[in-house]
């Protein structure tokens, strides 16, 4: 009944089982061949709990958790159990009730733990989000200075995300603002891995090279790792040959040509889609001939003049700039 | 001497939950729950961001209200925007929206027992006195060995530390649960697989869309997807059910557990050919039977954290933040059918079938279950009743997913192309996993004028109502046995059957 033949091997793990860890997750993550060991080196740091992950969930859907769960090579067994060091999950973990509170209290108060947090975190209405009793604002505030690294995974937590969008109730915001507002260092610590829901090779990837080699790369506005966010769906896009001679889709469910006239906002989102896919390369959006949305983009359904998709009719009532739309040069950000 | 006893935040569920009970003492020195209080604790506010919008957007920005059913809120946006486009899916596309939903119905109800509801009967630290030869059950023994004797901070977390209780005792039936627990995050993303052959990607489809779905129907297609779901059927067969039996079997107080108030609801769900809902819509007050009336909906936030005291129909509710409102103890509003608290989820799905006149499918295929194991239909109203139905309701999905695969035409258009009108209202009716689920749209001038959702948990884990009525998890806490108030295991059980999901409850 194991889970992911070509990867699990034993639970006392030795040296040599972490290189061959390393070099696997790297070649999966489709890094360097370099990056393997400072892998094996992070994926022991925290096998071995000297790293802990702290995982809080705010304003979120659990997405980006379910997607963890659709982990491969290393499979969510063996990620839940011996590598991140998994100390706190109110979705997985056995814990409840005054637990919850004891143990992100005292993994909260360590100096080497990953503070992990999906979804938003509301500014306005604090009490729009609850973890026993007291706000998510009160509970973040110490976790987000103290953490050795703070992981904002999918887009909520990396920019706001929906909660965040225009009419935004709450006073959403993403962890990085949130660190803003109440004065904790981001650069070399904040880490944004966006998508919604984040894609699992990210997720594994950052936290096991946080582990490790430590901080990566990062755009230095958006802090997202540039070993995962550097190209444009559109530059790596299948369907790039369609876009060039300049056959395009025309109704949803028309599999032939680029996807940019229905609404595609591959030009404008940086992502590895292309080259990974989802759910075990079984599909993704552009395969499906469905366009892309952005969900990776900071701006993913921020404004509500800047629709997901363009469809004729309704031209006059929404802002279709090419332009807006990154397509009137072939332009990638 | 404590009065009350609360679980606060209740986790391994899907977002923040807060239960806060009464308790009395008993005759036999335990206590007992007499009153319960079901507090939703994460509002975001989708109404009011979805308001101005492209109606296409709903598809994409509800299916993010959850992460773990968003291919029900995709389809209830999508049903809702047909109604108001005037049109219907293609035969295709209307296949593909049945089998995308069916692969995460497979996911969600997989996830829910074994890694949300399992810990809560299953024994972890059983699998140190594992002697057999199983790799996965033998790494997890050193694993756990490993972290005890190295004394870490929170040994084995996060499956420690728990609730003290009586979990299963029997080290052979631990182990076998511990092993099934391990295969099902395997399962649970195979039926992620599947949903994305269709799908695009999972969770959040980008393929789902008015019409039918963007992903061309291939015979590599159905390979991918076939393949798969027989894999899903032979260990919902070997493992999944009888799993959950044995489960039922060690803790047969389950069956007195967690009673209802017996009002059940469906929308119904897996829309076939005639538009008929392969599991039927309808309610059941009072025992009986009647047909599903979606005027009779209200909703009611005198203990919400919104403006308002009055129930109101969802087409024409409001949803303003006042959240410091006296009185108000939950972002969860109260919906109401005919004034009563109404139970929705795989149970209340087969509650109504079962009442529903003239034969029908589910009962002819739960009749024999019942039977076997010497279960009435009365028992399942209880925590391990909801439990039951689940794996059962799986294994008919299958079956029944495996017939629209069948009918699929490779090659024939998934989604039939529309035009958007100015002004138009729609309203989409479903089932998600955890129970019934309505999306009421209203467009004019081209733009999202309002949109409301009334969600399964939203049902489940209402407040009270402005008439003092609890909601129906509330009312089935009360009467439950605890044995030791500090660590209230046994309420906590009750809550977790119902498979509360938070996010979509307070979206």
């Known amino acids: 009944m194991g889970e992911d033949e070509t990867m699990e091997t034993t639970a006392s793990l030795s040296r040599r089982d972490f290189l061959g860890l390393g070099a696997t997750l790297a070649a999966a993550l489709a890094l360097p061949a370099r990056f393997g060991p400072w892998l094996s080196e992070g994926l022991e740091n925290l096998a071995r709990q000297k790293t802990k992950v702290l995982w809080i969930q705010g304003q979120a859907c659990s997405g980006c958790s379910v997607s963890l769960l659709n982990s491969e090579n290393p499979g969510p067994v063996r990620l839940v159990t011996e590598l991140i060091s998994l100390q706190y999950h109110s979705t997985l973990g056995a814990a409840q009730g005054a637990d919850c509170v004891r143990i992100i209290d005292q993994v909260g108060r360590l100096d080497d733990y990953i503070l992990v947090c999906e979804g938003s975190i509301p500014t306005t209405v604090r009490s729009a989000c609850m973890i026993a009793g007291k706000t998510l604002y009160e509970r973040l505030e110490p976790l987000v200075k103290q953490a050795r690294y703070v992981l904002a995974l999918g887009s909520c937590a990396a920019f706001g995300g929906i909660p965040a969008a225009e009419g935004n109730p709450t006073g959403a915001v993403g962890v990085g603002e949130f660190m803003r507002l109440v004065g904790a260092r981001r650069r070399g610590r904040l880490v944004n891995a966006p998508l919604c829901p984040s894609h699992p090779k990210s997720i594994v990837g950052t936290l096991v090279h946080l582990a490790g080699p430590g901080y990566p790369d990062v755009d230095p506005e958006l802090f997202t790792p540039l070993m995962f966010y550097r190209h444009s769906t559109h530059d790596r896009c299948p369907r790039y040959h369609d876009y060039a001679r300049k056959v395009f889709a025309s109704h949803f469910g028309d599999d032939h040509g680029c996807l940019f006239k229905l609404g595609c906002l591959g030009p404008l989102t940086r992502t590895q889609c292309p080259s990974r896919q989802w759910n075990g390369g079984v599909n993704w959006c552009i395969r499906a001939a469905a366009p892309c949305i952005g969900c990776a983009s900071p701006d993913f359904a921020r404004r509500r003049d800047f629709p997901f998709y363009r469809k004729g009719e309704n031209h006059h009532a929404v802002d279709y700039d090419d332009h807006d739309r990154g397509g009137a040069n072939d332009a990638t950000p | 001497m404590p009065e009350h006893v609360s679980i606060s935040p209740l986790t391994r569920i899907e977002g923040h939950l807060a239960i806060h009970t009464d308790v009395a003492r008993t005759a036999d ?32 920005i509800t299916q993010r209200i959850c992460g773990v059913c968003p291919i029900s809120h995709g389809l209830a946006s999508v049903m809702a ?5 005037g049109i219907e899916p293609s035969p295709n596309g209307r296949l593909a929206q049945n089998l995308i939903l069916a692969a995460n119905y497979i996911q969600s109800h997989i996830v829910h027992f074994y890694h949300l509801a399992a810990l809560d009967f299953v024994d972890i630290t059983a699998v140190l006195a594992y002697t057999g030869k ?39 039936a631990n182990c076998r649960l511990i092993g099934s627990y391990a295969e099902a995050f395997a399962m649970r993303r195979l039926a992620h697989e599947m949903a994305a052959v269709f799908g695009a990607k999972l969770p959040h489809s980008t393929a789902l869309v008015p019409g039918g779905c963007t992903q061309p129907v291939t015979g590599e297609r159905i390979l991918a997807y076939r393949s798969r779901l027989d894999r899903l059927r032979r260990f919902c067969e070997t493992v999944y059910l009888p799993d959950v039996l044995a489960v039922a079997g060690l803790f047969p107080d389950g069956w007195r557990q967690g009673r209802g108030q017996a009002n059940f609801l469906s929308f119904g769900v897996f829309r076939e050919e005639n538009d008929q809902p392969w599991i039927p819509a309808g309610a059941v007050i009072d025992g009986r039977w009647q047909q599903l009336d979606i005027a ?3 909703e009611d936030a005198t203990c919400a954290r919104f403006a308002g005291d009055h129930p109101e129909h969802p087409a024409d509710s409001h949803t303003t933040v006042a959240a410091d409102k006296p009185g108000a103890y939950s972002w969860v509003k109260a919906p109401r059918y005919r004034g009563h608290p109404m139970e929705v989820g795989p149970l209340a799905r087969m509650m109504v079938a079962l009442a529903a006149p003239g034969p029908n499918r589910i009962t002819s295929a739960l009749q024999p279950v019942l039977n076997a194991h010497g279960i009435s239909a009365d028992q399942l109203n209880s925590t391990l009743g909801r439990h039951l139905v689940r794996p059962l309701e799986t294994l008919w999905l299958i079956e029944r997913a495996a017939a629209w695969l069948d009918a699929l035409r490779p090659g024939s258009p998934p989604a039939r192309d529309f035009a958007l009108p100015a002004h138009a209202t729609g309203v989409g009716l479903t089932e998600a996993p955890r129970g019934a689920l309505g999306h009421w749209l209203r467009i004019a001038d081209h733009r999202i004028a309002t949109y409301q959702c009334v969600v399964p948990t939203t049902w489940n884990c209402s407040p009270r109502d402005g008439a003092g009525r609890p909601g129906p998890v509330e009312h089935a806490l009360v009467g439950t046995r605890i044995a030791d108030p500090d660590n209230p295991l046994e309420a906590a059980r009750v809550v977790r059957a119902f498979d509360p999901c938070l996010a979509c409850a307070v979206h």
Do not use: H
């Open chain 2, 134 to 172: 199983d790799r996965t059950l033998q790494e997890l023994k050193t694993w756990v060995q490993t972290s005890i004797d190295r004394k870490d901070l929170f040994p084995a977390a996060p499956f420690l530390p728990r609730y003290d209780g009586a979990y299963a005792t029997d080290v052979e």
């Open chain 2, 29 to 60: 020195n335990g206590w007992r729950v007499t009153a319960a209080r079901c507090e939703g604790e994460m509002f975001r506010g989708f109404e009011a961001i979805l308001r101005g919008r492209d109606p296409l957007d709903a598809q994409q």
């Open chain 2, 81 to 85: 925007q047909e109604a108001a486009y």
């Open chain 2, 296 to 298: 009779a909906i209200t």
